[in-house]
């Protein structure tokens, strides 16, 4: 296989100097990228060069000159997709606008020549939208769901209802891009629905219906808009299956059937009102994630992308088959996943490559003459060969739970231990770590650090029996997790327990703080961002972005019941445990966030203060949970280069 000559896999030649924070925390510099439905147009999403992120188009056959498709001057392209040959719907965001009223992506279509540009669902940033932008606009509480019918100049979006604040159920609705006129794709639908599937031709087939708060109800059609025939009910938090997708007049579901709980992919059998056995497909010790890869206009399914440790591609088309066995042998050591529009004739195939120690970079891989040539470098201060990459390893938690951890950054064989950070995840209910470059690692891994993430119980990811071991254990098994993910770390010679600082963001920020002030002696910092203080807080602060139904029927049974458990929420709260923190604490918080608002944050710095253990405290103006703006990055990240430095050098 030729690669261009200029373009080797590497941005920048070797250096013992490590990439400076804005590296790893800036801009990237091409952040996606999609090809056309035929193959010859490719779109990019780019970032960098004083502008912002934004859409270029290339045709790959070069009879057209690269362009800028569509760049706003206060606001970000977040999320695009190519709709047919000659339209693209596209959504932004803009840090500018954080508030505490609810905001929205909104939606806009481009035409591929750039003339023709088309606001679809309303924004908050209208002012940056150019005048050439049609009338008919669909409210803010509209939003992209689907694509439409093959060959249609529509997408499916949904029409979002709500009752107060919370959402209540949402709409299908088909959206014709050029004029914004949008019609009925269901007649009849069942109550409450609150999520919908669409095969390949745009029409819905199933409905996950909320009737009754506690339960998901699951109702078919054979696609008439019409008729619907309920075919499970299940407790929202003892699902026998979960949907996974449509492909034709097949149902693909997800159960718990693994050895642990596992995720595994079955086809539904409507006769039975049961799985058909065995699964599809298994990840072994994960929860298998499938992605079909199917023809838009026949949908012929060509391949499906699984998620287990790394990401892996199975093609069923041999043309495919024979492209994923090139690629892969002329990048290897790399996930390389494969786009192609037209897949079972592709001209061009479309590749992101990436690994655990390089961000990613995209190539286009020409068929018919055997050439690759890279299309652009998400991360170009990034030198693969500088980064540490990441590791998964499985350890017995101290009550012989499978604990899985991800380190980066661990001493070589012979040298001697290193400061270390347990860098715990957010949610906490979700999947903390995969087998991909992450910034945050990375960067304190470049500092001199191990870093050590736990997939503590709670996490999900690796089946039912780890996530269901986490329910009503904040601060007890789920932190104890934590402690013996750091006592692996020390036994294997990798970290060094006299210097260990604890951080995370939102329930890591938790953990954080339920670190220092339950394992006095082990920690010598913390660093917490937008991170829960008091798990009572996320049931009493009301103007909070957290779902009502969230607060009175799950979060009771997977945090604690505010009235019942009073005393083991008491208990673990770090807030009302701030006597016992000795270690010094960074506290940093958005003034504008709305899922652990801010006064989490000044209630465990006056806590703090009133104990003689003052924090350093910082509060970024217009930042909600998560830093959106550069500059916050750019100086919270600075502010831990320091503060580690401090205590554990």
């Not at 060069?49 to 934004?54: E, K, L, N």
């Not at 019918?149 to 979002?160: S, T, Y």
């Not at 951890?405 to 040298?415: M, Q, R, S």
């Not at 650090?449 to 007890?476: C, D, N, T």
Request: glycine share 10%.
């Amino acid at each position: 296989m030729l690669i261009g000559s200029s373009l080797g896999l590497t941005a920048l030649a070797s250096s013992t100097t490590p990439p400076p924070l804005e590296a790893f925390f800036g801009p990237a510099s091409m952040i996606d990228a999609k090809l056309s439905p035929s193959g010859r147009w490719v779109v990019s999403l780019v970032g960098g060069g004083g502008m912002r992120d934004r859409l270029v188009l290339t045709d790959l056959e070069g009879q057209e000159p690269t362009k800028i498709l569509a760049v706003l001057k206060t606001a970000d392209v977040s999320s695009f997709r190519w709709v047919n040959e000659d339209w693209l719907t596209y959504s932004v965001t803009s840090y500018e606008e954080v508030t505490h009223v609810r905001k929205a992506n909104g939606l806009l279509a481009v035409n591929r020549k750039g003339d023709r540009t088309r606001m679809l669902i309303k924004r908050s940033y209208e002012k940056v939208v150019s005048d050439r932008v049609g009338a008919r606009v669909l409210e803010p509480d509209h939003y992209y769901l689907a694509p439409g019918a093959p060959g249609a100049n529509e997408i499916i979006v949904g029409h979002a209802n709500f009752q107060r604040w919370d959402f209540a159920h949402v709409t299908p609705l088909a959206l014709d891009i050029e004029n914004g006129s949008t019609r009925k794709l269901v007649d009849t639908a069942p109550p409450n629905v609150y999520s919908w599937l669409f095969d390949h031709q745009g029409r819905p087939r199933l409905a996950d219906s909320r009737e009754d708060p506690q339960f998901s109800t699951m109702y078919w059609s054979p696609g008439d808009g019409k008729t619907w025939t309920r075919i499970a009910k299940f407790p929202i938090l003892k699902m026998d299956w979960e949907p996974a997708y449509v492909n034709n007049d097949n149902l693909f579901v997800y159960r718990a059937t693994g050895p642990k709980g596992e995720n595994q992919l079955y086809r539904f059998n409507f006769e039975t009102g049961k799985v058909d056995t065995p699964a599809w497909i298994a990840a072994p010790g994960f929860d298998a994630e499938a992605t079909p890869l199917v023809s838009p206009k026949t949908g012929t399914q060509h391949g499906v992308r699984v998620m287990g440790e790394t990401e892996s591609t199975v093609w069923i088309h041999p043309v495919m088959q024979d492209v994923q066995k090139k690629i892969d042998a002329t990048l290897p050591g790399r996930i390389n996943t494969l786009s192609c529009g037209a897949c079972d004739a592709p001209s061009n195939v479309l590749v992101h490559s990436y690994s655990d120690k390089d961000p990613g970079q995209f190539f286009v891989y020409q068929v018919a003459g055997n050439q690759l040539q890279r299309l652009g470098v998400q991360r170009p201060q990034i030198q693969p060969e500088q980064s540490f990459g990441v590791q998964l390893h499985r350890t017995p938690a101290r009550d012989g739970m499978d604990l899985p951890i991800w380190i980066t950054g661990a001493p070589e064989a012979g040298k001697p231990p290193k400061p270390a950070i347990v860098l715990v995840h957010g949610g906490p209910w979700v999947r903390g770590g995969h087998w991909k470059w992450n910034e945050q690692a990375e960067f304190l891994a470049s500092r001199g650090y191990v870093v050590i993430m736990p997939e503590f119980r709670g996490s999900e990811g690796y089946g039912s029996v780890l996530h269901r071991a986490g329910w009503k254990q904040w601060g007890q098994a789920m932190q104890d997790d934590v402690t013996d993910a750091l006592r692996f770390a020390a036994d294997k010679g990798w970290a060094d327990t006299k210097r260990v600082c604890i951080a995370g963001a939102s329930y890591g920020g938790y953990a954080a703080l339920m670190g220092v002030a339950k394992d006095v002696d082990q920690y010598r910092c913390a660093v917490a961002w937008v991170g829960v203080s008091d798990p009572s807080l996320l049931f009493s602060i009301h103007w909070s972005d957290i779902h009502g139904d969230a607060k009175q029927y799950s979060m009771p049974t997977m945090i604690g019941d505010p009235v019942k458990d009073a005393d083991m929420l008491a208990a673990n709260s770090p807030l009302l445990n701030a006597k016992r923190i000795k270690a010094p604490v960074l506290l940093a918080y958005g003034d504008k966030d709305m899922r652990v608002p801010i006064e989490h944050g000044e209630k465990m710095r006056d806590a703090l203060r009133a104990s003689g253990n003052a924090p350093e405290w910082v509060v970024y103006a217009g930042e909600g949970h998560g830093w959106r703006r550069p500059e916050t990055n750019y100086d919270f990240w600075g502010r831990v280069e320091k503060f580690l430095a401090k205590h554990l050098k």
